[in-house]
């Protein structure tokens, strides 16, 4: 079992920075693909980033690409958003999810494709 918990959210003025963190414990060791998604109200959840187990392979949704770089850690079991440029259709609570996975470098951007998620947290972006 893989337990994840999301931290860094909080309110931004448009243009600011936030960086998430999604830290795992459990058996997220490695073999774990990872992704972020958000889900805005009165929207469905949305794919955001996604990170291979390696680190070497990252994805985005169109609408973030060039303001938020995914990154991870694995020596710490934490993967990362770093959020920048932000804009106030960002806001969001923001969920992390985890996948395991024998490929080094694949991932996911379909949230049937991951088992685990976290709780969430919630980003705001005022104008």
């Known amino acids: 079992q893989v337990q994840l918990v999301e931290s860094g959210g909080g309110l931004v003025q448009a243009g600011g920075s936030l960086r998430l963190s999604c830290a795992a414990s459990g058996r997220a060791g490695s073999n774990y693909a990872m992704g972020w998604f958000r889900q805005a109200p009165g929207k469905e959840r949305e794919f955001v980033a996604a990170i291979s187990w390696s680190g070497g392979s990252t994805y985005y949704a169109d609408s973030v690409k060039g303001r938020f770089t995914i990154s991870r850690d694995n020596a710490k079991y934490t993967v990362y958003l770093q959020m920048n440029s932000l804009k106030p259709e960002d806001t969001a609570v923001y969920y992390c999810?985890?996948?395991?996975?024998?490929?080094?470098?694949?991932?996911?951007?379909?949230?049937?494709?991951?088992?685990?998620w976290g709780q969430g947290t919630q980003v705001t972006v005022s104008s």
């Open positions: 999810a985890a996948t395991k996975t024998y490929d080094v470098n694949w991932y996911g951007s379909r949230e049937s494709q991951y088992g685990y």
